[in-house]
């Protein structure tokens, strides 16, 4: 991981700060994490919902772990999975207009 170490100062106005900050917040980012970003022209995307999305997605990932841990324990025989494939059906769709609406 690389060393941050050398400090820059800026000069502004308040309502520019004002308006930093605003951006800031609008992108869930650090201060320093937005302005390198920026200086640095790389995309700052910010995506309604991912969070929510991405919270199922793990849910679904420890339901199959569990359901492989109880398998190669040998206390699983059979398995309906049918909820759990309608639920990964719906999130990898969210995942893909999510990532349509980015692109």
Do not use: P, W
């Not at 309502?15 to 970003?37: P, S």
């Not at 025989?77 to 990964?88: N, S």
């Amino acid at each position: 991981m690389r060393k941050r170490n050398v400090t820059i100062t800026i000069r502004c106005t308040e309502e520019e700060r004002n308006h930093i900050y605003q951006k800031v917040k609008q992108h869930n980012l650090k201060l320093n994490d937005f302005i390198l970003r920026s200086a640095m022209d790389k995309k700052i995307i910010n995506i309604d919902g991912l969070s929510e999305v991405m919270r199922e997605q793990k849910a679904i990932g420890r339901n199959l772990n569990q359901i492989a841990m109880l398998a190669h324990e040998g206390r699983l025989k059979a398995v309906q999975l049918d909820k759990l494939i309608e639920q990964h059906n719906r999130t990898t769709t969210a995942l893909c207009e999510i990532v349509k609406a980015v692109n």
